[in-house]
């Protein structure tokens, strides 16, 4: 028996990568889906293990991840584009769910100078993990039930 996602979620969860850069709130996913708020977040919290802003934050600091990785853009100028509107939140927010300061994993994708090996486990660690999240999202995405009824055509010639 296949075990499908559930499609309120899934609504949700590309909801949010449509609208990943910019302000998202629980009150905007109650007025886009008209579900009770706090029956979203519950639902939310059962089918992904993460609370709906700690999955935009961890969305938000893998998307940062690459964007460090692959670019010499500023952190500010990161921060912003991927939804950040204070450098000292996303700071905090990426130390938190990385383990280290922005600026370091900066370092560490530049070479710019000599990374502890903690910190090297802790940045590998983490954006394993994140990459592991990015993925399970897309396959929950991929197992909502599809609607298989077949569509009668009306059509005016018999």
Known sequence: MKVYSNNLICD???????HINSKISIEDLEKRFFYNRYYIMKLFKR??????????NNLRIYHSLLQIRDTNTSLLNIAFRNGFYSIEY??????????VNPQIVKSYFKNKKYISYS????????????YELFNFKNHYIE????????????????
């Open 12 to 18: 949700v969860l590309v909801y949010i990568d449509e």
């Open 47 to 56: 089918e992904i293990k993460l609370s709906i802003i700690e999955y935009i």
């Open 90 to 99: 996303f700071s905090e927010i990426f130390k938190k769910i990385v383990g």
């Open 119 to 130: 910190n090297i486990e802790k940045i590998n660690s983490s954006i394993i993990t994140l």
């Open 143 to 158: 197992s909502r039930k599809k609607d298989i009824t077949p569509v009668k055509k009306l059509s005016i010639f018999k």
